[in-house]
């Protein structure tokens, strides 16, 4: 599936379920939400705490197509294509990190 795909999925099962985008602010704030579900999960996962009941049945690839979720929900909703915005900040982490990350040291 391409990002342009996903982007397409996610509006139709908006407009077909889902009834209608929810405003832009409420899915920023879910997104932070989401990452904060995803952050809870991977600290007990590959960090120091320890698993509440409530945690351990969670399945962290559905917690990252959460966050993707609602990502790609503020991309449509903004107008932004995901595929083009990626290929653009990929070619700006190239070319101001080329080598940045080979020469440093503490790599």
Do not use: P
């Given at each position: 599936?391409?990002?342009q795909q996903a982007q397409?999925e996610v509006?139709?099962?908006?407009?077909?379920?889902?009834?209608?985008y929810f405003?832009?602010?409420?899915?920023m704030?879910?997104?932070?939400?989401e990452v904060g579900e995803?952050?809870?999960?991977?600290?007990?996962?590959?960090?120091?705490q320890?698993?509440?009941?409530s945690?351990?049945?969670?399945?962290l690839?559905?917690?990252?197509?959460?966050?993707l979720?609602?990502?790609?929900c503020?991309?449509?909703?903004t107008?932004?294509?995901?595929?083009?915005?990626?290929?653009?900040?990929?070619?700006k982490?190239?070319?101001r990190?080329?080598?940045r990350?080979?020469?440093?040291?503490?790599l």
């Amino acid at each position: 599936m391409t990002i342009q795909q996903a982007q397409q999925e996610v509006d139709q099962w908006i407009k077909t379920i889902g009834v209608r985008y929810f405003s832009e602010l409420t899915n920023m704030a879910i997104l932070t939400e989401e990452v904060g579900e995803l952050a809870r999960l991977m600290a007990r996962q590959y960090g120091d705490q320890s698993f509440k009941e409530s945690d351990k049945n969670r399945d962290l690839g559905d917690e990252m197509a959460d966050v993707l979720w609602v990502l790609v929900c503020l991309a449509n909703q903004t107008g932004v294509d995901l595929e083009k915005a990626w290929q653009k900040n990929m070619e700006k982490k190239t070319g101001r990190d080329g080598t940045r990350h080979k020469e440093n040291t503490k790599l």
